[in-house]
């Protein structure tokens, strides 16, 4: 049996079927550009028959990607099966993907039928998409809850017309890990003809095994797993993609089973699927979550900082996040005060690390989340950087009806610099202005404003994070005009790049 899985992405068909994560074509174009950058087999672009929405997306979907096959979704209906392959016409290898229910339920009180004439839908199906395409993937839906021999049958058959794939879904989430590898392990075991087809996995999330299922359905001779971004989908979702690949990748050396994805796009994808879904990405989310590499006791950040492999079963770089982040609170330990002050441009030697410890310790009893410019704070801004580059001058005209504009002086080792610029907001034109200054590459990775008090007179605080050549650096500003808080900050950030790159 080959070592090769086939990723199957379904996030633009069975995630987007979720209310409120409806993406238009445009934005579907973009999820499938960056499916093909991840480097899945398969993107399964819609269900063409079901709005003309859907066959559009599928129609230029085929267009927008070269490599991976473009798979169209119908049910075991000619119609359905006449438009998928129309709107499949500009795929470079297109699937076909038809199926029917074949559990008890879906046979008698969803078709209100009988196994036989399933079983001869399913045939005429297939042959029927065979005679647009090649390549044919049948579905038995609800298989989860199907019996074992009937489902063994229905599967020998749909092979014979000619499906190259047999999918086994666990539509409703209800079995368990050893039952469902079971389930492919039988089908390996009595279909004569298995070895003609790919069996495929397809389950949901609904008692929280999805990728638990996937995974034994692989052990058990499965060679496709579909699954989705972030684990999106119908009710609690599909098995998520990250997980099945890291599962995959971080076991390799029991399991042997590689895939095509590059997992340093990972959380590129994760993030643009969330942002372009409206759907976040919970903290605790496993691979991708925004806690998913932070630590935050003590006892776990000291031994992370002695070796990553103390905590880590994955290193965060394999995924795309640029490293793991150590959360600094009321139980973290000296070391990890010590690694992130480093980390922010502080040297400060065993005494000034104690003070300012004791000093870290009390905010923190008082603090629930511990900051970078709290740190600096704490540190002291004698110690600081020496800031190179100072604001000495900033004008911003801004209004409801005007185009914001800020003139900006800075003065850089004692000498100034002038510059004007444009922008949809006072911030945005004033950043700009200073980028035309200073001529590095940045791009802001993160922006928060807060309020130090209540009130219209505040003083507002900015905290940025800026990316230079890979490298994180932090800023902070603090002044009761936001505008100038957000290029002090942007400049505190400035300052810490390394001179003449
Ligand atoms: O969950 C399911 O059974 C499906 C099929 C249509 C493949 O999504
Ligand atoms: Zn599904």
Same mark, same amino acid.
């Given at each position: 049996?080959?070592?090769?899985?086939?990723?199957?992405?379904?996030?633009?068909?069975?995630?987007?079927?979720?209310?409120?994560?409806?993406?238009?074509?445009?934005?579907?174009?973009?999820?499938?550009?960056?499916?093909?950058?991840?480097?899945?087999?398969?993107?399964?672009?819609?269900?063409?028959?079901?709005?003309?929405?859907?066959?559009?997306?599928?129609?230029?979907?085929?267009?927008?990607?070269?490599?991976?096959?473009?798979?169209?979704?119908?049910?075991?209906?000619?119609?359905?099966?006449?438009?998928?392959?129309?709107?499949?016409?500009?795929?470079?290898?297109?699937?076909?993907?038809?199926?029917?229910?074949?559990?008890?339920?879906?046979?008698?009180?969803?078709?209100?039928?009988?196994?036989?004439?399933?079983?001869?839908?399913?045939?005429?199906?297939?042959?029927?998409?065979?005679?647009?395409?090649?390549?044919?993937?049948?579905?038995?839906?609800?298989?989860?809850?199907?019996?074992?021999?009937?489902?063994?049958?229905?599967?020998?058959?749909?092979?014979?017309?000619?499906?190259?794939?047999?999918?086994?879904?666990?539509?409703?989430?209800?079995?368990?890990?050893?039952?469902?590898?079971?389930?492919?392990?039988?089908?390996?075991?009595?279909?004569?003809?298995?070895?003609?087809?790919?069996?495929?996995?397809?389950?949901?999330?609904? =008692? !929280?095994?999805? @990728?638990?299922?996937?995974?034994?359905? #692989?052990? $058990?001779?499965? *060679?496709?797993?579909?699954?989705?971004? +972030?684990?999106?989908?119908?009710?609690?979702?599909?098995?998520?993609?990250?997980?099945?690949?890291?599962?995959?990748?971080?076991?390799?050396?029991? =399991? !042997?089973?590689? @895939?095509?994805?590059?997992?340093?796009? #990972?959380? $590129?994808?994760? *993030?643009?699927?969330?942002?372009?879904? +409206?759907?976040?990405?919970?903290?605790?989310?496993?691979?991708?979550?925004?806690?998913?590499?932070?630590?935050?006791?003590?006892?776990?950040?000291?031994?992370?900082?002695?070796?990553?492999?103390?905590?880590?079963?994955?290193?965060?770089?394999?995924?795309?996040?640029?490293?793991?982040?150590?959360?600094?609170?009321?139980?973290?330990?000296?070391?990890?005060?010590?690694?992130?002050?480093?980390?922010?441009?502080?040297?400060?030697?065993?005494?000034?690390?104690?003070?300012?410890?004791?000093?870290?310790?009390?905010?923190?009893?008082?603090?629930?989340?511990?900051?970078?410019?709290?740190?600096?704070?704490?540190?002291?801004?004698?110690?600081?950087?020496?800031?190179?580059?100072?604001?000495?001058?900033?004008?911003?005209?801004?209004?409801?009806?005007?185009?914001?504009?800020?003139?900006?002086?800075?003065?850089?080792?004692?000498?100034?610099?002038?510059?004007?610029?444009?922008?949809?907001?006072?911030?945005?034109?004033?950043?700009?202005?200073?980028?035309?200054?200073?001529?590095?590459?940045?791009?802001?990775?993160?922006?928060?404003?807060?309020?130090?008090?209540?009130?219209?007179?505040?003083?507002?605080?900015?905290?940025?994070?800026?990316?230079?050549?890979?490298?994180?650096?932090?800023?902070?500003?603090?002044?009761?005009?936001?505008?100038?808080?957000?290029?002090?900050?942007?400049?505190?950030?400035?300052?810490?790049?390394?001179?003449?790159?």
């Amino acid at each position: 049996m080959s070592d090769r899985l086939f990723i199957f992405d379904t996030t633009l068909r069975d995630g987007e079927q979720v209310p409120g994560c409806q993406l238009n074509t445009v934005e579907k174009i973009e999820v499938a550009k960056a499916l093909q950058d991840l480097g899945v087999d398969i993107i399964e672009a819609g269900f063409p028959i079901s709005s003309p929405g859907d066959f559009e997306s599928v129609v230029e979907i085929s267009k927008a990607v070269t490599w991976p096959t473009i798979c169209a979704l119908t049910r075991a209906v000619q119609k359905d099966i006449d438009v998928a392959a129309e709107s499949l016409k500009f795929a470079k290898k297109g699937r076909i993907h038809t199926g029917i229910g074949t559990s008890f339920y879906h046979i008698h009180y969803k078709l209100n039928s009988n196994p036989d004439a399933i079983l001869e839908r399913a045939v005429e199906a297939v042959k029927y998409a065979k005679k647009y395409v090649e390549d044919v993937e049948f579905y038995a839906e609800d298989a989860g809850r199907t019996d074992n021999e009937y489902l063994a049958k229905i599967i020998e058959a749909v092979i014979k017309a000619g499906a190259t794939v047999v999918n086994i879904p666990d539509t409703t989430g209800y079995c368990l890990p050893y039952e469902f590898g079971e389930k492919i392990k039988y089908l390996v075991e009595n279909v004569n003809n298995i070895h003609k087809a790919v069996i495929s996995t397809h389950c949901h999330n609904d =008692l !929280g095994m999805a @990728t638990a299922n996937t995974i034994s359905g #692989i052990i $058990n001779g499965a *060679r496709q797993a579909e699954v989705t971004i +972030n684990g999106i989908g119908e009710r609690a979702g599909n098995t998520s993609l990250e997980e099945v690949v890291m599962t995959l990748k971080s076991r390799q050396a029991l =399991l !042997g089973i590689e @895939t095509g994805v590059n997992t340093k796009n #990972i959380y $590129n994808t994760s *993030r643009l699927v969330s942002r372009l879904m +409206n759907m976040p990405v919970q903290p605790n989310k496993a691979v991708v979550g925004r806690n998913a590499f932070a630590h935050s006791s003590g006892i776990h950040q000291d031994g992370v900082l002695k070796n990553r492999e103390n905590y880590e079963i994955m290193d965060p770089t394999d995924v795309g996040i640029n490293e793991s982040a150590i959360l600094l609170t009321a139980r973290s330990g000296r070391a990890a005060l010590n690694h992130r002050l480093e980390l922010m441009g502080f040297d400060l030697g065993k005494e000034k690390l104690d003070e300012v410890y004791e000093q870290f310790l009390k905010l923190a009893d008082k603090k629930k989340d511990i900051r970078d410019d709290d740190i600096a704070m704490l540190a002291g801004d004698a110690t600081r950087h020496e800031k190179r580059i100072k604001l000495d001058f900033l004008q911003v005209v801004t209004g409801k009806s005007l185009t914001p504009v800020a003139i900006i002086r800075l003065d850089i080792a004692g000498e100034k610099f002038d510059a004007t610029s444009a922008g949809n907001g006072p911030v945005d034109a004033a950043i700009k202005a200073v980028k035309q200054i200073i001529r590095r590459q940045v791009t802001i990775e993160e922006f928060l404003v807060q309020a130090i008090t209540r009130g219209s007179d505040d003083i507002g605080k900015v905290h940025m994070q800026i990316e230079f050549n890979n490298a994180i650096f932090h800023g902070f500003g603090a002044h009761t005009d936001i505008v100038t808080a957000s290029v002090e900050a942007f400049l505190d950030a400035v300052n810490k790049l390394p001179v003449g790159q």
